[in-house]
Nanobody, 121 residues
Framework: QVQLVESGGGLVQPGGSLRLSCAAS????????MGWYRQAPGKERELVAL???????NYAESVKGRFTISRDNAKNTVYLQMNSLKPEDTAIYYC???????????????WGQGTQVTVSS
């Protein structure tokens, strides 16, 4: 099996910064896209940022210019650097990875447990 463990959430004032990390472990042959999603109270889960194994990135319009996604393929880890945070960025942030499991030719979708990000003064 594969586990995704997130870290780095917390409480920050508007205009501040946070860096989220998500490490994948387990029976991993390779990882295709990795991404961050978020879900605010009463809202649906939405894509924040995505990065392919080759480093191509995609961002939600609401975070462009403020958030940066990156990954370390050797460590099976994805990061989300969040700058100029706003109250509307408050949500639970979830890591996602498309993993080719060892011994399989299928790609499986895995989720982390989520980490709370609260932007408030």
């Amino acid at each position: 099996q594969v586990q995704l463990v997130e870290s780095g959430g917390g409480l920050v004032q508007p205009g501040g910064s946070l860096r989220l990390s998500c490490a994948a472990s387990g029976s991993i042959f390779s990882i295709n896209a990795m991404g961050w999603y978020r879900q605010a109270p009463g809202k649906e889960r939405e894509l924040v940022a995505l990065i392919t194994s080759g480093g191509i990135t995609n961002y939600a319009e609401s975070v462009k210019g403020r958030f940066t996604i990156s990954r370390d393929n050797a460590k099976n880890t994805v990061y989300l650097q969040m700058n100029s945070l706003k109250p509307e960025d408050t949500a639970i942030y979830y890591c996602n990875a498309a993993v080719v499991v060892r011994g399989s030719t299928w790609t499986y979708n895995y989720w982390g447990q989520g980490t709370q990000v609260t932007v408030s003064s």
